[in-house]
């Protein structure tokens, strides 16, 4: 018998409770992971949804999406199309993308189809004052105006730099341009409040968020370059994919176009 006070029992028992509780949560870790998995992947429908003014459940979402996604790319920097698989394209992580040598990136975007007219949604990630921010920005059938957009962070500053996840900073970016007059890319640039007269082509940052607004510019710059290229590109090649059950959308007219939202409408069989 082992002397319970003893160092070779105490260095065998906690060998023997680490090797038993790590093996324990990585059985719970596997057991769990695809819940994991579909829950990330529903709240990631839900934010593509959301700029395109679609606000989704998260029971709501996989079918929104399927019903209002008519069709995506992977693009490079430079705008070259790299595949046009929807799931390929959904599943790009984009913080592992931006590792790579740039020319070797690939950048989803994503081709809705709203009331019968097309939106480009870009997915774009960059970097906050402490980590991550990433949003999604829809562009509209001219490649030139914002339809809309939603970005969110990591743990970016509450008060601060966080209100880049809130109505008040998004909806400023509802009808910017990305193009100037001759078509060429300018971005939509986020600046600091009252330090240029107010325009088309540029929003409010964050007060007191100055370093979580420039990524936000950068972000936006970077990939709206990107699908500014792919844009140009496509003005000569084939049409996208059609509609598809666009016909079952309505705008919600009671509100202005930067609160509006589109919700479906519910199919009512004819009376015989």
Do not use: C
């Not at 490079?76 to 790299?82: D, I, Q, T, Y």
């Not at 990591?154 to 970016?173: H, M, N, V």
């Not at 509802?174 to 600091?192: H, Q, T």
């Not at 496509?234 to 959308?249: E, I, R």
């Amino acid at each position: 018998m082992f002397n319970k006070e003893s160092n070779l029992f105490i260095v065998i028992f906690s060998t023997i409770l680490v090797v038993v509780m790590g093996t324990g949560l990585a059985l719970i870790n596997q057991l769990t992971k695809p819940a994991q998995e579909l829950n990330e992947a529903l709240e990631k429908k839900q934010n593509i949804l959301a700029s395109i003014g679609v606000q989704a459940t998260r029971e709501e979402a996989g079918k929104l999406f399927e019903k209002l996604i008519v069709g995506a790319v992977a693009i490079n920097p430079e705008g070259k199309v790299l595949t046009d698989n929807i799931q390929e394209v959904f599943d790009i992580n984009l913080a592992y993308e931006l590792k790579k040598p740039e020319d070797q990136r690939k950048y989803p975007i994503f081709i809705a189809q709203l009331n019968g007219e097309r939106k480009y949604i870009v997915a774009m990630r960059g970097k906050g004052l402490w980590d991550a921010i990433w949003g999604f920005v829809a562009v509209n059938a001219d490649g030139a105006t914002i339809h809309g957009a939603t970005f969110d962070h990591k743990s970016e500053t509450p008060g601060l730099g966080a209100e880049i996840r809130e109505k008040p900073f998004q909806q400023q970016f509802v009808g910017k341009k990305i193009l100037d007059p001759n078509g060429n890319f300018v971005s939509v640039r986020v600046v600091k409040k009252g330090s240029v007269p107010k325009n088309e082509y540029n929003v409010d940052g964050i007060s007191g968020g100055t370093l979580t607004s420039n990524g936000v510019d950068e972000m936006l710059r970077r990939f709206l370059g990107s699908f500014s290229k792919y844009f140009r590109q496509q003005l000569v090649s084939a049409p996208l994919p059609a509609s598809v059950g666009s016909d079952s959308l309505r705008p919600d007219s009671s509100k202005s176009d930067a609160e509006k939202t589109y919700t479906i409408e519910e199919q009512i069989p004819s009376q015989p």
